[in-house]
């Protein structure tokens, strides 16, 4: 699977658009782009993922650049709860492999008042 | 929604003991996985199904078994509980092992192993 860099952390203003970059280079046509996250001591919860295009859902918009070599998470207004680690990874499409998912470091997210 | 339920949020047991941890989804998945995680090693994967009574090793089953007698459900087995098993164990499920469609996890066990 292709690798990812992720800024180890990142801070943003309560109710401010937080925009979450991850750098993913080499990445394969058939790999979607995912984004999860993890507040702390919780099990890590789906949030958005992609293909080609860009994709938006009630908690996120996933923008992918044209040449699918980096993205960006958007939370659109940023609340304290959205303080978590946040992890982008991506995953081969089709049934052949375990599933298995493989986290990085992840960008650390501190919302602040 | 998409709801995975772990059935214990904390646990403490003692060494030697068998240990047993369920997961239930109710999102009709066919594949199922559990997961530990450990400061510093992320996500491994040890064992995951495909489907009712079917189960494959991960990267690191040792010390683990697996039982999925139901497409709901999938437990966890630790046959004789050690302290190296001190983690959080993590469960998720999907209708897919392929990129298409997302896992989606539980809240996660917290094992204390003493």
């Known amino acids: 699977d292709a690798k990812t860099t992720q800024p180890t952390s990142m801070d943003c203003a309560e109710g401010r658009a937080a925009n979450l970059p991850c750098n993913h280079s080499t990445i394969s046509g058939n790999e979607y782009v995912y984004w999860y996250r993890q507040i702390h001591s919780q099990g890590p919860q789906y949030i958005i993922h992609g293909l080609k295009n860009n994709e938006t859902n009630e908690m996120a918009s996933l923008i992918i650049t044209e040449d699918r070599k980096s993205s960006t998470l958007i939370l659109p207004h940023a609340t304290l709860r959205d303080t978590a680690v946040y992890y982008c990874i991506v995953r081969p499409s089709g049934s052949s492999n375990t599933g298995k998912l493989i986290f990085g470091q992840g960008t650390t997210l501190q919302v602040k008042p | 929604d998409v709801k995975v339920t772990q059935s214990s949020r904390y646990l403490v047991k003692r060494t030697g003991e068998k240990v047993f941890l369920e997961c239930v989804q109710d999102?009709?998945?066919?594949?199922m996985f559990w997961y530990r995680q450990d400061p510093g090693l992320g996500l491994r994967l040890i064992y995951f199904s495909y489907d009712v009574k079917m189960k494959e090793k991960g990267d690191i089953p040792e010390g683990y078994s697996v039982s999925r007698e139901k497409k709901e459900r999938f437990s966890l087995i630790l046959e004789s509980a050690s302290t190296n098993q001190t983690s959080m164990y993590l469960c998720?499920?999907?209708?897919?092992?392929?990129?298409?469609?997302?896992?989606?996890f539980g809240d996660g066990t917290r094992l204390s192993i003493l």
């Open positions: 998720a499920s999907s209708t897919s092992t392929g990129g298409e469609q997302p896992q989606h």
């Open positions: 999102m009709d998945h066919e594949n």
